[in-house]
């Protein structure tokens, strides 16, 4: 009897202690936050830096970063390899925006990044690519800032948009009003098996335009996380394009796998 008496009491005691040092944790990791907040750290490697707001991140990532900075398309900012001004896919297929904005290239520690920052949720991150966004597009003059939808069901599935949240944050650092002006109502599964006809396809009667008195003869930006065949975009812009004239940003630009 004694024996099991002295057992329940070392569990108790292990008990008392286990929860002791969570408690100590959680006071370390608030003493770690406040003494070293986020903001100081590079969003790609987590290296600490001096000036967050400048330029958020480190400068041994910014050896490496995918900066999408070469001849690109006018139109969709996509990277040409010739002189060309327009893309080939722009030349051929009718665009309802007018110009698409992208800094990075969707590569290396960018596209770990955005991936990161899609499935942890992570604000912080949404915060340093919204300053990136802001630099790229500065002399751009819009009215609003609007995102690409997500259906009700994506949305409870990942608790957040990750448009939405970029958007919120690039809103904060131009001043511009953030407003909701599309609904996404049919779902679309998943569109990186198909090519651009097939997206394009998959995404038609998908939308429905919110908020149409507010953003008529307007300038809006529209903004995604990354853009690859501009399918979701273009499809986004041609219903908004009823109504205001439509600038597209996203963080970075993926390289469509085919031509069609
Ligand atoms: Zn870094
Ligand atoms: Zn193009």
């Known amino acids: ?20 040092s969570s408690f100590l944790m959680k006071i370390s990791s608030l003493i770690d936050k406040l003494l070293f907040p986020d903001d100081i750290k590079c969003i790609f490697c987590g290296r ?3 000036t967050f707001y400048d330029k958020p991140y480190c400068n041994e990532c910014e050896k490496s970063l995918p900066f999408n900075n070469t001849n690109r398309c006018l139109i969709c900012d996509m990277p040409i390899e010739s002189e060309a001004k327009i893309c080939d896919f722009c030349q051929n297929n009718k665009r309802f925006f007018k110009k698409a904005y992208s800094p990075f290239i969707y590569d290396g520690v960018v596209r770990q990044s955005i991936l990161s920052y899609k499935f942890n949720n992570n604000r912080y991150l949404a915060k340093g690519f919204a300053i990136i966004i802001a630099k790229y597009i500065k002399n751009l003059k819009i009215d609003f800032i609007t995102f690409v939808p997500m259906t009700k069901k994506k949305f409870k599935e990942r608790s957040f948009n990750q448009s939405e949240r970029l958007a919120e944050e690039i809103g ?20 990186k098996v198909l090519n651009y006809k097939e997206r394009s396809k ?30 979701t975009v273009n499809t986004c812009a041609e219903y908004l394009s009823k109504y205001s004239t439509v600038f597209v940003t996203a963080i970075a630009r993926n390289f469509p796998t085919d031509k069609n």
């Open 1 to 20: 009897m004694k024996e099991i008496e002295k057992l329940l009491k070392n569990k108790e005691k292990t008990q008392k202690n286990q929860k002791k």
């Open 48 to 50: 600490d830096i001096p």
């Open 172 to 191: 904060k650092i131009l001043n511009v009003k953030v407003i909701k002006t599309l609904n996404k109502i049919k779902d679309t599964g998943e569109q």
């Open 202 to 231: 998959n995404l038609k009667d998908a939308f429905a335009v919110m908020n149409k008195d507010l953003i008529k003869g307007k300038s809006v930006l529209l903004v995604d996380d990354v853009i690859t065949t501009c399918a």
